[in-house]
């Protein structure tokens, strides 16, 4: 399965491949209004939310089109939320997304930003694509955060899934020049 990062880690967390037990885990994401307060879409009851959002990523396992990867907090074994490269559709333009959602209870802790770094340095490292993007409501400035930290800049404002985004990329050119200034 392409694009998925089963088994890697970071400093503070492991990557492993979504489970439909990781359910009861993930349920606290979709009971907090503030997990979709950027996003224009329709509200179900969070168990059915939930139960979407597995059938999708499990969807994206079987087609190869990526997907998320559950993240897993090293010190105590708890899911902390999912991170991964999905193939998106955008403007009718394939691209390879950096896509990250946490648990409430882990919010403004830096995983989001640990996990982006990694998706993107394993999808460069592998040449997955000569550029990624994160796709990202124009009010939402916490993830806009993580994108910048993940070195991404804004290419472009569009309408994707009926809401108003920002589209943040980096090539990799300018992540190859980010390492090497990093370096020094």
């Not at 105590?76 to 333009?93: A, E, P, T, Y």
């Not at 993830?143 to 930290?149: L, N």
């Amino acid at each position: 399965m392409k694009y998925l990062l089963d088994n890697e880690e970071t400093a503070r967390i492991r990557f492993r491949l979504v489970e439909r037990s990781d359910f009861k885990q993930w349920l606290p994401f979709f009971a907090e209004p503030e997990s979709f307060q950027y996003w224009n879409m329709r509200h179900q009851s969070p168990e059915v939310e939930c139960s979407q959002w597995y059938d999708k990523q499990l969807e994206r396992y079987e087609k190869d089109t990526g997907g998320m990867n559950a993240l897993i907090e090293k010190s105590s074994g708890k899911l902390i939320g999912h991170c991964g490269l999905l193939v998106q559709n955008v403007d009718n333009r394939v691209e390879l997304e950096v896509g990250y959602s946490l648990l409430p209870s882990f919010w403004r802790k830096g995983y989001a930003s640990e996990a982006a770094v990694k998706c993107r340095d394993v999808a460069f490292r592998r040449s997955y694509s000569p550029s990624l993007i994160s796709i990202i409501s124009l009010t939402n400035i916490p993830s806009a955060r993580v994108a910048e930290k993940n070195g991404m800049t804004i290419d472009k404002q569009t309408v994707y899934n009926d809401n108003y985004v920002n589209i943040f990329r980096i090539s990799f050119d300018q992540w190859q020049e980010r390492r090497k200034e990093q370096s020094n």
